[in-house]
């Protein structure tokens, strides 16, 4: 675990945050009437989560922590950026919807956390949060160590292999990387790229011709390290799914909406995984 690479992706993140909801409208009106940016893939396998204590990690500007909380659970979003969270915290007292947020490295959280005895019924993470792990197996150690004994985890991310293909669909990068970290240019505005399906509430122009001032260090995992992690910490894998599609990110040339915010490769072309999920249980 490089705590250098952490310090960096702080400060990208905390430039990129203040980017990134500038383009969302009205983000506490939405989930105060209801709204919710959870996708129907994380809420099938979180299933019934009221009244269960859930963490959720790399929680970002706690959009799906209160969408979370909105299901009835009693929530904790941790993040490194101290941008996501101060917004994060203003989110829930101006929604009116209850969360708990700490500024944190998760793995420091997560080792305080054990320290505590404390214990959560999910454990959960989604979309982007693992290519910024640097230490895999430590990370899903810890995790096993902080689920109560009937305890499940659950992630929804992108597929590595759609990350190794360029804006053409053709492969230009190892699938193979086995966590090496590379620098990248920094967070990008990635709201501002694909607003229609990641700003929920409203588009609104915001910060334009956003440059990253902080680099940022990125550590590329496949699918089996992720899975042999977890059960090298002890965790029974329950469900592993692949879908041929993808939630909110239409990176690759020509992809198409086919309903609900999800974007397919263009028609006619073969499939593969755009994204993936596992369920994990003690």
């Not at 989560?49 to 269960?52: C, D, N, P």
């Not at 990641?198 to 409203?202: D, M, T």
């Given at each position: 675990m490089n705590k250098k690479f952490h310090e960096a992706n702080r400060l990208s993140w905390n430039a990129a945050t203040v980017v990134h909801n500038s383009h969302k409208h009205e983000q506490a009106a939405f989930l105060r009437q209801g709204g919710n940016t959870l996708y129907p893939e994380e809420l099938s396998l979180l299933g019934d989560?009221?009244?269960?204590n859930i963490l959720h990690l790399q929680c970002n500007s706690g959009q799906d922590t209160l969408s979370l909380a909105q299901h009835g659970a009693n929530v904790t979003g941790v993040d490194i950026s101290d941008e996501a969270i101060n917004f994060a915290r203003q989110l829930s007292i101006d929604s009116g919807i209850p969360a708990q947020f700490h500024l944190a490295d998760i793995f420091d959280?997560?080792?305080?956390?054990i320290t505590k005895n404390l214990q959560f019924d999910r454990v959960f993470c989604s979309y982007g949060a693992l290519i910024w792990l640097s230490d895999l197996n430590?990370?899903?150690?810890?995790?096993?160590?902080?689920?109560?004994?009937?305890?499940?985890?659950i992630a929804v991310e992108f597929h590595p292999l759609a990350f190794c293909l360029d804006a053409q669909?053709?492969?230009y990068r190892d699938y193979f990387r086995e966590g090496l970290a590379f620098e990248a240019a920094g967070v990008e505005d990635y709201v501002a790229d694909y607003p229609e399906t990641?700003?929920?509430?409203?588009v609104l122009e915001g910060i334009t011709n956003f440059q990253n001032p902080h680099p940022s260090f990125e550590f590329h995992w496949g699918t089996h390290?992720?899975?042999?992690?977890?059960i090298q910490a002890g965790l029974r894998i329950e469900q592993f799914n692949e879908y041929p599609y993808s939630n909110g990110w239409s990176g690759l040339a020509g992809m198409r909406h086919i309903g609900d915010n999800r974007l397919a490769q263009p028609e006619g072309m073969p499939r593969i995984p755009l994204m993936y999920s596992v369920l994990a249980g003690k």
């Open positions: 989560i009221k009244g269960l959280w997560m080792e305080q956390a430590n990370w899903a150690k810890l995790i096993s160590q902080l689920l109560t004994p009937k305890g499940k985890f669909w053709q492969p990641l700003c929920p509430s409203k390290e992720v899975v042999n992690a977890l």
